[in-house]
């Protein structure tokens, strides 16, 4: 029979105690990485965000739930969720998400693209070169933030939401009355009308017209004009986003609703979400919340402006469409007189990727573990990203 030592015990015992310390770190880092909790991932986040925000001289920290997606340097957070970048399919949230994307200085850079569009329409450009501008005014954000809804739902369907008074009651310019418009009926409900997909110009809308008060012919053209830019807008985000079908369009009156407009839809509400730049919304949970798209990269700016300068030459414009074009807002004016030689410029504004801190509030129930890195991934390629879409 062996005889063991007394020593040799003290040191099996020794060895056998590792062991078991060792699989103990290691079961409960990986129970930490199974149960990483939201509350521990905003106080870890809250703690880069302040770095950030050190670093780049940010003087306040926005909502925790946006810190965990606007700091580009999350080492604390990077370290525990390497592994966790992507939900596994068998753990996908949802089945189906629909996403409700606002149009003005969020899918699409300024107000009804700043002027631009109508200056196309103006000059009488083609509908295919209107394609072409609002490709390059899409917002790259959109692409992105659609890439990331496609990991973490079976399917994404896409419906464009945008506020638009006046095409339920018209401020004439043409004769000083406000008309109440109505369409089909059966697009209506409250103050809401929802285009079909069948809707593929102005002109198949203004036909179904059905208020008492006949239109002028200018105002006639005037509305058409708007609802042409609005359906250009659905067809670039479908061909951007590379869907398979036509999107609804829904047009409001008043504040949007996620509630009555997942209802009207059939969609389910839990999985219903809103994409939009207003700041009055940032804190709803079914709100995705983004900086307004008023201002790109000076690489989009470059594409931007060369197009412009080919099919939009400032020295061709009429005169009485350059007066309305400078009588747009400041912060909407694209194009302006140089101060010392008078002549017309485009005018872009842009920010420094680099610099810039961009506003992107997940809705809370997209804050968990597996999508920290790949919502960096996703601002890091929006601030680096030259164009959108560049169309064959």
């Not at 949007?256 to 730049?277: I, P």
């Not at 004016?333 to 961009?358: S, W």
Request: glycine share 2%.
């Amino acid at each position: 029979m062996v005889q063991i030592s007394s020593a040799q015990r003290v040191l099996f015992l020794i060895a056998v105690s590792l062991v078991l310390i060792v699989s103990c770190r290691a079961n409960c880092f990986d129970y930490k990485l199974k149960h990483f909790s939201q509350a521990e991932l905003r106080k870890k986040s809250n703690i880069e965000l302040r770095h950030l925000a050190n670093k780049r001289h940010i003087s306040q920290a926005e909502d925790p739930a946006v810190s965990a997606i606007s700091a580009l340097h999350m080492s604390e957070l990077e370290e525990e969720c390497t592994r966790a970048t992507y939900i596994p399919r068998n753990k996908l949230q949802f089945a189906e998400i629909t996403l409700l994307v606002d149009i003005d200085k969020a899918a699409i850079f300024g107000n009804d693209g700043n002027d631009l569009g109508l200056a196309f329409q103006w000059m009488g450009n083609s509908r295919e070169s209107m394609k072409e501008l609002y490709h390059r005014l899409l917002n790259p954000l959109l692409m992105q933030t659609y890439g990331f809804l496609s990991r973490q739902a079976k399917s994404v369907r896409v419906v464009i939401y945008s506020m638009r008074s006046s095409f339920f009651l018209y401020e004439s310019a043409f004769r000083e009355t406000v008309i109440p418009l109505r369409w089909d009926l059966s697009w209506h409900d409250g103050a809401q009308i929802y285009l079909p997909p069948k809707c593929l110009t102005g002109k198949m809308i203004l036909d179904t017209y059905s208020s008492p008060v006949a239109l002028l012919d200018e105002e006639k053209h005037d509305l058409e004009s708007a609802f042409d830019r609005l359906l250009i807008t659905r067809e670039v985000i479908r061909e951007a986003l590379m869907l398979t079908y036509v999107p609804t369009m829904v047009l409001s009156a008043k504040k949007k609703s996620v509630f009555h407009t997942a209802k009207h839809l059939g969609a389910n509400l839990d999985s219903t979400f809103l994409w939009d730049d207003n700041p009055s919304l940032s804190n709803d949970p079914r709100v995705f919340s983004i900086s307004p798209y008023s201002a790109m990269t000076e690489e989009s700016k470059s594409v931007l402006t060369t197009f412009l300068e080919e099919h939009l030459p400032l020295e061709s414009l009429e005169p009485s469409l350059i007066e309305y074009m400078l009588g747009a807002d400041e912060q909407d004016r694209v194009i302006a007189r140089n101060a010392e030689t008078g002549k017309l410029e485009f005018r872009i504004p842009t920010f420094d990727p680099e610099m810039f801190n961009p506003r992107l509030r997940l809705p809370e129930k997209f804050v968990n573990r597996y999508t920290i890195g790949d919502m960096q991934n996703v601002l890091h390629n929006y601030l680096h990203t030259a164009t959108s879409f560049e169309p064959e």
